[in-house]
């Protein structure tokens, strides 16, 4: 499959997706979303691929939300496709078993906030601009926004992003928990980088547990989430990676680890 509105770049063991459409601030259209279900599987299934970075192409946005131009005169069965690939996108990004980082580089709103929401952290520049304008348009989020921003922020600022589509600068979205950090813009890409390089030299079966746990574990109660938890670590003993990290403090020396 050939992509037009994607670009995928893997260096050290990460890689970063970058949504390519900067003359409609990476709005996010039919063909735009289906490529990254492509490029997002391809990812998922490799083993040489320990984190991700996904941002947006340009100065300006990160992603200005589902294109508008190519929603408005939907019928009611195409609007609710589209509205399933946008799902599928965002729960394949959501559940890939590597990390990924949310590079927020200017506007997140409507589709491109949720796409950031169903990142497993999210970095933003002092320029990003967060919400969820949908109620503008006569629609409601429709890529899990109303899900996803309520487990991350809590019912009470999640609602008054929602239902009044205002949009907040990078240092309130830090302040509420939207954002883990906010970078000048320069240095923005520098410091995803390092997190995910952090990141991908750790044990990656280790790591992709983690993730599991985290995920899975919030749709739990606080016993089955440790139990879950406790069987995961257990499992982490069948890999090699768990032996050459203890040996390899024993040792004192920095543990190679194969992924396996
Ligand atoms: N869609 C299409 N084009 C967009 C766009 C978008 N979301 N956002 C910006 N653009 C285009 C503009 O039309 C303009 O194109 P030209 O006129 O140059 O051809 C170009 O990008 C530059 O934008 P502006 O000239 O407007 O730039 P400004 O700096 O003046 O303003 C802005 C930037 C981000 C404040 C403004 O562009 C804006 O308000 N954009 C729309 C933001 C928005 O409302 N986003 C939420 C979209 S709704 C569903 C599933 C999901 C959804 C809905 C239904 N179903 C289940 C069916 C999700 C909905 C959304 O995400």
């Excluded at 492509?38 to 941002?55: K, L, Q």
């Excluded at 947006?56 to 399933?84: H, L, N, P, Q, T």
């Excluded at 205002?166 to 509420?176: N, S, V």
């Excluded at 993730?211 to 574990?217: R, S, T, W």
Aim: hydrophobic fraction near 45%.
């Amino acid at each position: 499959m050939t992509w037009n509105n994607i670009q995928k770049n893997v260096k050290d063991g990460v890689a970063t997706v970058t949504i390519n459409r900067p003359k409609a601030l990476n709005a996010l259209n039919y063909d735009t979303l289906k490529e990254m279900l492509h490029c997002f599987e391809e990812i998922g299934a490799s083993r040489d691929i320990h984190a991700v970075i996904i941002t947006g192409s340009g100065e300006k946005a990160f992603v200005a939300g589902a294109d508008i131009s190519f929603m408005g005169d939907f019928e009611a069965i195409e609007a609710r496709e589209f509205g399933k690939l946008g799902h599928q996108v965002m729960a394949v990004v959501e559940n890939l078993p590597q990390p990924v980082i949310a590079a927020v580089n200017g506007f997140a709103l409507g589709g491109g906030c949720e796409l950031a929401l169903a990142c497993d952290m999210r970095l933003a520049s002092e320029n990003a601009k967060f919400g969820q304008p949908e109620v503008n348009l006569g629609v409601l989020p429709g890529f899990g926004g109303t899900q996803r921003l309520p487990r991350l922020v809590g019912k009470g600022h999640a609602a008054e992003l929602l239902f009044s589509g205002k949009i907040i600068d990078a240092e309130e979205a830090c302040r509420i928990g939207l954002v883990n950090r906010v970078t000048a813009p320069e240095k923005l890409l520098e410091e995803c980088s390092a997190l995910a390089e952090m990141i991908a030299v750790k044990a990656p079966v280790a790591v992709r547990l983690c993730k599991e746990a985290v995920n899975n574990g919030l749709e739990m109660d606080l016993t089955r989430g440790c139990g879950y938890e406790a069987d995961l670590f257990g499992i982490c003993f069948a890999s090699k990676d768990q032996k050459e990290g203890m040996k390899a403090f024993l040792e004192k020396r920095s543990p190679q680890f194969a992924g396996k």
